[in-house]
């Protein structure tokens, strides 16, 4: 009979995040079998900042190294600080199990969840064969945002950001193609609006127009349903349409 306390309930319920970031991982892993489209790593959706130094500083304080930081790898990061999280606690080590627990938290907010989200929707919605499995990885990692509320939109938002800035970076023109102007652009749709990620910085489709009109309304949709991280989709929703 297990013993109800609450290190052990706390290393039960880290076992059972566990599981839920090793299986999105997994899931992940189904999602890019064959994939030829851009790469879901945060250098390439954003374009103009490269988190490479980041993501190193931060692993190696749990003896961890990245490869080349697509989603799987980063989601297998997040099932390991879990699962230290978990022993730390049956090991009675509260201090590296609280901090397991904190840079999780960081760690999803600052380098996963604002620019997977975004990537997952155009999978989502320009590729037919992984529009199920995409839509299931972003509602999963949604609910994970919901527990952790790495980015929850503030009512006093007075600090939060440099001036001239909003939670993505500085307000000023980004190339198309990137994040930051609200919207992930695969080859597939650029394909379909006639274009390419050369020729579309000098000559911008209507449907580039019409693809950010509706991503700013699905990330409306997310601003009102997921609280947790509910400040990034304010932002790229107002990116979207500006």
């Not at 190294?65 to 099932?79: Q, T």
């Amino acid at each position: 009979m297990r013993i109800s306390t609450p290190a052990a309930d706390a290393a039960l319920a880290a076992r059972e995040e566990l599981r839920s970031w090793s299986d999105l991982a997994d899931q992940a892993d189904r999602l890019l079998v064959g994939w030829d489209d851009l790469r879901p790593v945060e250098v390439a959706v954003v374009e103009v900042y490269n988190p490479a130094f980041d993501l190193q500083r931060r692993a190696d304080k749990w003896s961890h190294k990245f490869e080349v930081g697509e989603l799987p790898e980063l989601l297998r990061f997040l099932a390991g600080l879990a699962l230290i999280e978990a022993e730390s606690w049956e090991s009675d080590n509260p201090e590296i199990a609280t901090q397991a627990i904190a840079e999780r938290r960081f760690f999803f907010g600052d380098r996963v969840v604002h620019w997977a989200i975004p990537w997952l929707e155009s999978v989502r919605i320009w590729d037919r064969s992984r529009s199920e499995l995409a839509n299931d990885v972003q509602h999963r990692l949604l609910e994970l945002g919901e527990l952790h509320r790495p980015n929850p939109e503030l009512v006093d938002t007075e600090g939060m950001t440099a001036p001239g800035e909003d939670l993505f970076g500085p307000l000023k023109t980004p190339p198309p193609t990137s994040l930051l102007a609200g919207v992930v652009v695969l080859d597939k749709a650029l394909s379909a609006w006639g274009s390419s990620r050369s020729s579309i910085h000098g000559d911008v489709p209507e449907g580039y127009h019409s693809w950010r009109e509706t991503c700013a309304e699905r990330w409306e949709t997310l601003r009102a349903s997921h609280e947790g991280t509910g400040a990034l989709w304010r932002d790229l929703s107002a990116r979207a349409r500006s």
